[in-house]
């Protein structure tokens, strides 16, 4: 298992984060992939080195569907057939939860989101967003998906060439991948998580404007596509992954 961590600017969090999914996935290799934060952010950076990850580091900011197929790319290449999940570096997401998704991928074989069900005390943009985009999803793909922007996402090593052709440079990519996905008409498995938000989410670097913007153009993209019948260019073959395993594997690479 490859743990994939794309990270701007990250905090104090990053380092014991790495060392806590290395206690919980023996033998899993974390490789944190930096999008052009600079000098300042070396320090943790290096700091999450001595925790055991591979860290890469871009030079210009580009944004996190960039990040996300670097990381494809160099898990493909340096470690090939070993299965990747994506974890965001800005402590939402429980180690116990990133386990519980890594082994329904495992079990499966199919795509996993870790969903969010924005209860408690969740940013009132955070809460709204997503309920206006999960119905903005059913309507373009007929498709329930819970929480279409959770950056927790496992995906089997099948699909990493695939997922290195998707276009989209930053939060519209992760949109785009599922789009794709649930056009081929495979399988999305779906496990709820924890909603955790630390001091109203501020080390989000999501913009509310200018990406939702992005997000948005591919979803009425795909809705002018379903209702056309027209074949999205680059949709992900059917055959890209195994939607059963029948002897779910252990956490070990």
């Known amino acids: 298992m490859i743990v994939l961590v794309p990270v701007y600017r990250p905090g104090d969090r990053l380092p014991?984060?790495?060392?806590?999914?290395?206690?919980?996935?023996?033998?899993?290799?974390?490789?944190?992939?930096?999008?052009?934060?600079?000098?300042?952010?070396?320090?943790?950076?290096?700091?999450?080195?001595?925790?055991g990850a591979t860290v890469l580091r871009r030079r210009?900011?580009?944004?996190?569907?960039?990040?996300?197929?670097?990381?494809?790319?160099?898990?493909?290449?340096?470690?090939?057939?070993?299965?990747?999940?994506?974890?965001?570096?800005?402590?939402?997401?429980?180690?116990?939860?990133?386990?519980?998704?890594?082994?329904?991928?495992?079990a499966t074989g199919a795509p996993t989101l870790g969903v969010r069900e924005f209860d408690g005390e969740v940013p009132a943009r955070s809460r709204f967003g997503n309920a206006a985009t999960r119905v903005a999803f059913r309507l373009a793909t007929g498709r329930d998906v819970r929480d279409t922007q959770t950056g927790l996402r496992a995906y089997p090593?099948?699909?990493?060439?695939?997922?290195?052709?998707?276009?989209?440079?930053?939060?519209?990519?992760?949109?785009?991948?599922?789009?794709?996905?649930?056009r081929a008409g495979l399988p999305v498995e779906q496990v709820e998580i924890a909603t955790r938000y630390h001091g109203d989410n501020s080390g989000s670097h999501f913009s509310a404007l200018a990406d939702s913007v992005r997000i948005y153009r591919p979803l009425a993209a795909s809705a002018l596509a379903r209702l056309t019948g027209r074949a999205e260019v680059g949709d992900v073959p059917a055959a890209a992954v195994t939607t059963s395993r029948p002897t779910p594997a252990s956490r070990t690479p």
């Open 16 to 51: 014991p984060l790495v060392g806590d999914l290395r206690d919980a996935l023996p033998g899993a290799d974390v490789l944190v992939v930096d999008d052009g934060s600079g000098p300042a952010a070396a320090g943790v950076l290096e700091a999450a080195r001595d925790r």
């Open 60 to 106: 210009v900011n580009r944004g996190k569907g960039v990040v996300l197929r670097t990381g494809f790319r160099y898990a493909s290449t340096h470690h090939p057939g070993r299965d990747v999940i994506c974890v965001d570096a800005d402590g939402q997401h429980c180690v116990p939860d990133v386990c519980a998704v890594t082994d329904r991928m495992r």
């Open 157 to 182: 090593a099948a699909l990493l060439g695939w997922l290195t052709t998707v276009p989209g440079d930053r939060f519209e990519y992760e949109m785009t991948v599922l789009l794709r996905l649930v």
